[in-house]
């Protein structure tokens, strides 16, 4: 058995330490909002989060999924969330994400410290079935917050029309009413499109950043780039994300020149599907001993990343509306280019049919160079799950063996690790991969 | 198999100090179970006699043998029993039975005899379901909760998982106990994966008792969550089978914070004896 | 040269024997239980003796199946799915799908003339549609494992079974038995509910003949039968079925060794 | 008794009523998931909406189409497909409600093409006042593309019998509903469900004349058992006739029961209101759908279900309510505990379910016994 070190030589990332201090500061702030005269807001990590920025640069977000999976992190509290939840009569087969934040609003515990930071208001959008009702739980459980919610669940972009950005401009411009109405404050539209604009810039940067995984060998693995996206999914509308992401770019860049890899020893490519089973992480690292990396997948590519074809069929960075010359200068506008923006998002088109999501996996298969895919059959979340097994059907007639495995993000007592790993064993040995160390 | 680790002993009992002569209203309480028949007569609402014993694939036999057995040594006979109140799994296959109840009305009634009026909340935990109960001091049922689909933290589970370790049943609480630390429970909720996972542990090399701990723990648990959601109030009784593996049962009180109170007889006629009782109101209501 | 393959089932142990990765020397097999490693000792010596050979005549010992981490002699392992492809491949050679039923777990594979893996797919989570789930069900009709088979092939009409957890399927079978069905319904509902889950799993395998059965339950005629009925196929079984994961480590074994 | 036994016929015959209606009027027959579905718009154009519904019987085809964490419903529905039970259909269709019954349509048509299939972006804020011209545009488009698909035009005409038909029928079967106010129903919850499924598969003229013969029959009727506890079924998608036979055949001395209402989309969700008068026609259709009582996936932000489910319990004289849910069916799951909450607040126990396609008459038979024990137990203190 070889050992460890492989051919490409490997290095830490330079940007890991601020991206921690991001993640850090952005609950920190959360939960401080109130002393310094601020606002907490709560939603999901795909609301329109540049709208309530227009409120004031003291209103701070909490996005529920980054923190359910934040929860799932120390099994412990996680249980303590799940089981508190469960006796509050909700479902074990909900959300995981959500059913970890509802415990914790049931604890009234904070994952990071202290009792749980009641949010102003609720600002969510709602494309599967369960969104907008995530947040009438919360409010209910909350003893009754304020809520709106957005409904995006127009169609796939091939069919978006103006019948169907007017419905969406529409419900954001009575939100923002709720907004004034709600906080008492008054609403500055230069803000707003601020705020636009930086989401189109991280959505488009960590879409580059993303393309520059096509290169073999790969300059990040799935695990590193989790810890990167989430603060896309925390507040991909901040001008420190937005700048944050353009740096890390730079760094990927320059691995990519010196032949920097994620793994010394990459010898197989393969893509996941769906959110990990936050709690195992180390399922990454054990395929690492077969010479095996996972270069991402449609969820760290496309749930944050903005995409669009090139004429010659590459999967490419969508260009900003700024670099194509659109101007943002009034309300109406920036929510006009914010909608338009948003529904060509990636995760958003399977929604309507799974076979629209095999198309982009086996073109990531094709484009990324992959000798497999990994899919995580996850019961912890029903939207991205929904159609995974016409996903694999689609990908092995395309060709590309697939693995599934059954487990939950944040529900550790779903996902069974042992059985995972002799799973993957099976798994690599059908792709010919032998384990070079122990 | 020679040995069958999972059966547990089968026993018939009389009072010592009861003459049902000078009784006004004899009644019958049958409780056919998935996995036991108990067999209840008692005098004037109290207890006489009971037998308890192994459900066969035909809960008319069942019931059958399982009266003949309680009415055995007494000199008593079928003929002086008032009123027959079936209850369990298979309680409309009680041929001498003149009416059925859940066992759910069953174990709340039973248990408020057994235990006092003072109990509010029943666990009876039977063979194959686990059922959270909800009562007044009447013994009322206010609500009730029943585990679903998986067999996880029944009786049968428990036998299924004694056999496999070769441990007789009636053992299998205190030598649970019998380890320097309290293992962390097996993961597995499907009894046939607890049984995966245990053989896992044991070659492994884990000791069987601290096998038998992580699965009795495993168990306590899941009972707990159950109860939790249909939220325990005091006084707190446990009835079936498994109240009496105190493996679980001392677990599941340290989980809940809170003693189980201590019964008058054996927790698994629980449920024959509401049987019995309500044979009794029955009778003295004139719907008999 | 003489290599062994181990299969540490979840309920027995099986070893085979090998002569120049050709031909099949002995078979033997024990029971588990609590203590692994003397099961797996005595059926390795039970093995030996059959083939008339000892200990140091064999070369090189590949083991597999639920405990293959921690077989003794073993030096090195394969995967139960490895194993079940390259063992049916050489005992049938057109063999391409494999339903592999063990006693916890049931697996199908698609596999290549080589033996070769393209697809696979193993039960989760719950155990109904295993071996143990067929003997919970007899236990319950009381009646004995080799019998429930022969009961169902009597089955004049199908009840469906709808619990799916092997032990309410047992109080199933009991409320069957009290609304007077017969055993030989009964016995036939029973595998109807295990096949129903195998074949959805070799559904989502997709399989290419010729399909094998392989595993303890392959041995049951009334199981086939289903199986052929619900793919619409026919389903061979291989001799020895439950040998064949073994035999499959057996072949790595002479391969590891430099076989040719 | 006869006026029943012909929605009986019809829901158990229910393709062979397809293909023999197919026949009859040469028109075209349009499989549809979910209750949203604007069917006026297809019975304008002379097509013949029928709901897709499962057969309860375990199946072994979709394992490796749909994850086995969505619900059985729309697995089952799915099966029916695979196994080719809907050869017949001309087209298929859905309109959006949840996550779950979308699988069985994207799974469907791939796997087994239809001529003609169309996924109806039905807005989920329908408390939202944009949802209204949104939706007008939707069926807008909608009309424009069945026009293409049968090649004739819809007239305002055609629109207006449609709708005419369709709220005629609306009607009767609120009648029907009524006659269960009564303290002695004079029909079974049974029977009803059977009615309501055959509403939802046959052409509603024919159901509308046999609705007629029954509502004029049913005064005479007498029922050979007590009605016994009045109870109400609040669920998701349920045409779980077996389990509703079972209730109300129970012993009648001790466990007398009756279902005397139901909120649930295979009972009067479907038909509670009608088509409002409105110049727009397409319009009309458009508040009809958007008001009518609501999916949970639609019901937020405010929740409107609970004071609709609790004036149906307060109008029918209900004692008790079975909450009846498809196994992980989320949007009921995320009502259910504040539903709960509310009825038992108000008095009324519940008791709840969660179904798999095939229903393990057993396990749910105890449940309920000690559920009506629960209601009416006095007799045994």
């Given at each position: 058995m070889a050992d460890k070190k492989g051919k490409y030589p490997t290095e830490p990332l330079k940007c890991w330490d601020k991206a921690k201090k991001i993640r850090e500061d952005y609950y920190k702030d959360y939960a401080s909002a109130h002393e310094k005269g601020g606002l907490r807001w709560a939603g999901g990590?795909?609301?329109?989060?540049?709208?309530?920025?227009?409120?004031?640069?003291?209103v701070h977000p909490i996005t529920s999924e980054p923190y359910g999976a934040s929860c799932a992190f120390n099994k412990e509290f996680s249980l303590k969330c799940l089981e508190a939840t469960e006796k509050a009569g909700?479902?074990?087969?909900?959300?995981a994400y959500m059913r970890n934040y509802w415990g914790s609003i049931l604890l009234n515990q904070f994952a990071f410290g202290g009792p749980f930071p009641k949010p102003d208001f609720l600002w969510q959008d709602h494309i599967c079935c369960s969104h907008a009702k995530w947040y009438q739980v919360v409010s209910e459980l909350e003893g009754g917050i304020p809520h709106f919610s957005i409904d995006v669940?127009?169609?796939p972009e091939h069919e978006i029309n103006a019948n169907k950005i007017d419905y969406i401009v529409g419900q954001m411009h009575d939100g923002i009413e709720f907004l004034e109405k709600t906080t008492g404050r008054k609403y500055q539209d230069n803000l707003l499109i601020k705020a636009v604009k930086n989401t189109c810039r991280s959505t488009s940067t960590w879409a580059k950043i993303c393309e520059l995984?096509?290169?073999?060998?790969?300059?990040?693995?799935e695990k590193s780039m989790y810890s990167l996206y989430v603060l896309g999914t925390l507040q991909k509308s901040s001008q420190e994300v937005a700048d944050f992401y353009e740096e890390v770019y730079a760094e990927v860049r320059d691995r990519v020149a010196r032949g920097i890899?994620?793994?010394?020893?990459?010898?197989c490519r393969v893509m996941s599907d769906t959110q990990p089973p936050w709690g195992f992480l180390s399922v990454f690292r054990y395929l690492e001993k077969f010479?095996?990396?996972?270069?991402?997948s449609l969820y760290t590519f496309g749930l944050i990343g903005a995409w669009e074809v090139a004429p010659d069929g590459e999967w490419v960075h969508r260009k900003t509306p700024m670099e194509q010359g659109v101007s943002i200068n009034d309300r109406d506008k920036a929510l006009r280019v914010l909608t338009e923006w948003e529904l060509?998002?990636?995760?958003?088109?399977?929604?309507?049919?799974?076979h629209l999501k095999s198309d982009m996996m086996i073109r990531i298969a094709k484009q990324w160079k992959l000798n497999g895919v990994m899919l995580?059959?996850?019961?912890?979340?029903e939207g991205l799950s929904l159609g995974i097994a016409e996903n694999r059907l689609a990908l092995l007639k395309a060709g590309y063996p697939v693995m599934v495995f059954e487990g939950n993000m944040g529900d550790?007592?779903?996902?069974d690790m042992t059985r995972t790993m002799s799973r993957i064993d099976s798994f690599m040995e059908t792709l010919q991969m032998k384990k070079e160390f122990e | 198999m020679v040995e069958e680790f999972w059966r547990w002993k089968e026993y018939r009992w009389t009072s010592p100090?009861?003459?049902?002569?000078?009784?006004k209203t004899l009644t019958c309480g049958v409780d056919v179970g998935s996995v036991s028949t108990q067999v209840v007569l008692m005098a004037d609402g109290e207890l006489y006699a009971f037998s308890n014993m192994r459900t066969g694939s035909s809960s008319p036999e069942s019931a059958e043998n399982g009266l003949k057995w309680a009415l055995?040594?007494?000199?008593?006979?079928?003929?002086?029993?008032?009123y027959t109140v079936g209850t369990g799994?298979?309680?409309?296959?009680?041929?001498?039975?003149?009416r059925a109840i859940t066992e759910i009305a069953c174990h709340a009634r039973g248990a408020n005899f057994m235990y006092?009026?003072?109990?509010r909340t029943v666990l009876d935990m039977g063979g194959q379901d686990c059922k959270a109960i909800r009562c007044d001091e009447?013994?009322?049922?206010i609500s009730f909760l029943m585990n679903d689909k998986?067999?996880?933290?029944?009786g049968r589970g428990m036998e299924v998982f004694a056999e496999l370790l070769q441990v007789p049943i009636e053992k299998v609480g205190e030598l649970?106990?019998?380890?320097?630390q309290e293992p962390p429970p097996?993961?597995?909720?499907?009894v046939v994966f607890a049984k995966t996972e245990a053989s896992g542990l044991l070659r492994a090399g884990w000791p069987k008792n601290k096998v038998l701990a992580a699965y009795c723990s495993a168990m306590a648990h899941r009972i707990f969550t159950l109860l939790e959601r249909i939220g325990v109030e005091k006084d707190f009784a446990i009835t079936g089978?498994?109240?009496?593996n105190i493996g679980v049962v001392k677990r599941l009180e340290k989980e809940l914070g809170l003693t189980v109170a201590t019964p008058r007889?054996?927790?698994?006629i629980a449920g024959g004896v509401g049987a019995a009782l309500f044979a009794k109101t029955l009778v003295e209501k004139g719907k008999a | 040269m003489i290599t062994a393959g181990i299969d540490m089932g979840a309920k027995n142990i099986k070893v085979v024997l090998l002569e120049d990765g050709k031909k099949i020397r002995a078979r033997a097999q024990e029971l588990?239980?609590?203590d692994t490693r003397g099961a797996t000792e005595k059926a390795f010596n039970a093995a030996l003796f059959q083939a008339g050979l000892?200990?140091?005549?064999?070369?090189h010992v590949t083991s597999t199946g639920?405990?293959?981490?921690?077989?003794?002699?073993?030096?090195d392992n394969v995967t139960e799915v490895g194993a079940a492809a390259r063992g049916a491949v050489f005992v049938?050679?057109?063999?391409r799908t494999v339903i592999d039923i063990g006693a916890e777990e049931g697996k199908t594979l698609r596999c290549d003339a080589?033996?070769?893996?393209i697809d696979f797919a193993v039960n989760e989570k719950?155990?109904?549609?295993?071996?143990s789930f067929m003997e919970s069900m007899a236990r319950a009709l009381e009646v004995k494992l080799e019998q429930l088979g022969p009961l169902a092939m009597k089955s004049t009409n199908s009840i469906p079974m709808n619990a799916q957890c092997a032990v309410f399927a047992e109080s199933e079978v009991v409320t069957l038995v009290h609304q007077k069905h017969s055993k030989e319904d009964i016995a036939r509902a029973v595998h109807d509910a295990i096949a129903d889950r195998i074949t959805s799993m070799v559904r989502k395998v997709g399989f290419e003949n010729d399909v094998v059965l392989i595993g303890g339950?392959?041995?049951?005629p009334a199981f086939v039968e289903t199986m052929k009925r619900n793919l619409e196929t026919d389903v061979l079984v291989l001799e020895e079925p439950e040998y064949v994961g073994a035999l499959g480590a057996a072949l790595v074994a002479a391969e590891n060794a430099g076989v040719k | 008794m006869k006026e029943i036994d012909v929605f009986r016929e019809w829901k158990n015959k229910r393709h062979d009523y397809a293909r023999d209606w197919q026949k009859r009027t040469g028109g075209k027959v349009m499989g549809y998931f979910?209750?949203?579905?604007?069917e006026e718009i297809l019975y304008a154009a002379g097509v013949l909406p029928v709901r897709v519904l499962g057969s309860h019987e375990p199946q072994n085809v979709t394992e490796p189409h749909i994850f086995?964490?969505?619900c059985p419903f729309c697995r089952d529905c799915l099966a029916q497909g695979l196994k080719g039970r809907?050869?017949?259909?001309?087209g298929l269709m859905i309109a959006q409600s949840c996550l779950h019954i979308r699988q069985a349509y994207t799974s469907w048509i791939k796997?087994?093409?239809?001529p003609f299939s169309y996924y109806l972006c039905?807005?989920?804020?329908?408390?939202?006042?944009?949802?209204y011209p949104y939706l007008r545009g939707e069926l807008e488009e909608f009309k424009k593309a069945v026009e293409k698909w049968t090649g004739k035009e819809i007239t305002d005409k055609a629109l207006k019998e449609a709708i005419a038909v369709y709220n005629e029928n609306r009607r009767l079967m609120r009648e029907l509903y009524d006659?269960?106010?009564?303290?002695?129903?004079?029909?079974?919850g049974e029977e009803v469900m059977e009615i309501s499924m055959a509403q939802q598969m046959t052409d509603k003229k024919e159901h509308n004349e046999a609705l007629r013969k029954l509502l004029s029959a049913l005064p005479k009727r007498k029922r050979?058992?007590?009605?016994g506890t009045r109870l109400m079924i609040i669920g998701s998608?349920?045409?779980d006739i077996d389990f509703l036979h079972m209730v109300e055949s129970l012993n009648k001395e001790q466990y007398a029961a009756t279902f005397v209402v139901d909120e649930h989309c295979t009972g009067s969700r479907y038909f509670w209101n009608d088509v409002p008068e409105d110049k727009d026609l397409l319009m009309a259709i458009a508040r009809r759908y958007i008001e009518r009582p609501p999916c949970p996936t639609k019901?937020?932000?405010?929740?409107?279900?609970i004071p609709h489910i609790m004036k149906l319990a307060k109008d029918f004289g209900v004692a008790g309510a079975i909450i009846m849910q498809q196994k992980f069916c989320d949007p009921h799951e995320l009502d259910n505990v504040v539903i709960r909450k509310e009825l038992e607040s108000k008095g009324l126990k519940t008791l709840f379910l969660e179904f798999d396609v095939t229903v393990p008459i057993g396990q749910f038979r105890i449940r309920v016994e000690a559920f009506l024990e629960t209601i009416k137990q006095d007799d045994l203190f």
């Open positions: 990590a795909w609301t329109f989060d540049a709208i309530p920025a227009g409120l004031g640069d003291d909700y479902a074990r087969d909900l959300c669940s127009v169609g995984n096509k290169t073999v060998p790969a300059p990040l693995d890899s994620a793994t010394p020893n990459e010898r010479g095996t990396v996972s270069i991402g060509h998002k990636p995760e958003w088109q399977h929604f309507y049919s799974p995580h059959y996850n019961r912890g979340c550790e007592r779903e996902f | 100090d009861i003459d049902w002569k000078t009784a055995e040594g007494t000199d008593l006979t079928r003929d002086k029993l008032a799994y298979g309680r409309v296959n009680v041929p001498f039975a003149n006092g009026p003072t109990v009447k013994g009322k049922v998986c067999a996880a933290g029944t649970s106990f019998q380890v320097e097996v993961s597995s909720t499907c089978g498994i109240a009496k007889a054996d927790p698994q | 588990g239980g609590t000892k200990m140091a005549d064999v070369s639920a405990g293959r981490a921690n077989a003794p002699y073993a030096q049938h050679p057109a063999t080589a033996g070769k893996v719950c155990a109904a549609g295993a071996g339950v392959a041995k049951n | 979910c209750t949203y579905v604007p086995a964490m969505f809907y050869k017949y259909l001309d796997h087994v093409p239809v039905m807005p989920h804020k329908v408390q939202s006042k944009r949802a006659t269960r106010k009564q303290a002695e129903p004079p029909i079974s050979d058992r007590p009605a998608e349920d045409d019901d937020w932000e405010e929740r409107k279900r």
